[in-house]
């Protein structure tokens, strides 16, 4: 069974950029579709983006054109990269096994917790 840990967040300005990432254990995630989810509180969770098994990827509407997601196979290591943040972008990021076509997570880390000021 995968292992995840995050890693990454903090406290940036808006308009920062951060770089998270999600180091996987006891699988290799070069064979999983990985995806991003967020959380603040007292909303719901959120897709974030995906990057499948193929290479392909995807963002969700609300992030596109500000975050990439990647993978690096020699590392066993997901990221995100987040640029032009907003202060509605603050939310607890975790990375998790994404289930399609439903994009849901499964196995997911404890996550990083991510803040953005005004």
């Known amino acids: 069974q995968v292992q995840l840990v995050e890693s990454g967040g903090g406290l940036v300005q808006a308009g920062g950029s951060l770089r998270l990432s999600c180091a996987a254990s006891?699988?290799?995630?070069?064979?999983?579709?990985m995806g991003w989810f967020r959380q603040a509180p007292g909303k719901e969770r959120e897709f974030v983006a995906a990057?499948?098994?193929?290479?392909?990827?995807y963002v969700a509407d609300s992030v596109k054109g500000r975050f990439t997601v990647s993978r690096d196979n020699a590392r066993n290591t997901i990221f995100l990269q987040m640029n032009s943040l907003r202060p509605e972008d603050s939310a607890l990021y975790y990375c998790?096994?994404?289930?399609?076509?439903?994009?849901?997570?499964?196995?997911r880390g404890p996550g990083t917790q991510v803040t953005v000021s005004s």
């Open positions: 990057v499948y098994w193929t290479g392909g990827t």
């Open positions: 006891g699988q290799t995630v070069s064979t999983l579709n």
């Open positions: 998790a096994i994404v289930i399609l076509p439903t994009r849901q997570g499964t196995s």
